[in-house]
Nanobody, 126 residues
Framework: QVQLVESGGGLVQAGGSLRLSCAASGRTFMDYPVGWFRQAPGKEREFVGAINWSAGTTYYADSVKGRFTISRDNARNTVYLQMNSLKPEDTAVYFC???????????????????WGHGTQVTVSS
């Protein structure tokens, strides 16, 4: 099993930027899909984006496309979520997740991931 730890959340004004990190320990991310999700109070957890670790291919929800970028650092075994042009509606707890059971498909729903971090709070003020 892989352990995931998110960091980098905080309070930012609308239009600002944050970079979230998802560090893995126990096992490496090698070949695993890694996803980012978020959950606002009273709402369901929603897909933000994901990366195919080996190919580096990225996928994004329409709501963040063009503003958010996912990248990876093999040496640090870390995945990043760069968030630009933040909006108040981006306020949520952000989670990273890994699918360590397969590496062929990149899941875009939370059910497709079996390892989760505890999340980091992102608050965007207007």
């Amino acid at each position: 099993q892989v352990q995931l730890v998110e960091s980098g959340g905080g309070l930012v004004q609308a239009g600002g930027s944050l970079r979230l990190s998802c560090a893995a320990s126990g096992r490496t991310f090698m070949d695993y899909p890694v996803g980012w999700f978020r959950q606002a109070p009273g709402k369901e957890r929603e897909f933000v984006g994901a990366i195919n670790w080996s190919a580096g291919t990225t996928y994004y929800a329409d709501s963040v496309k063009g503003r958010f970028t996912i990248s990876r650092d093999n040496a640090r075994n870390t995945v990043y979520l760069q968030m630009n042009s933040l909006k108040p509606e981006d306020t949520a707890v952000y989670f990273c997740a890994a699918d360590t059971l397969q590496h062929t498909i990149v899941p875009m729903t939370s059910r497709g991931y079996n390892s989760w971090g505890h999340g980091t709070q992102v608050t965007v003020s207007s």
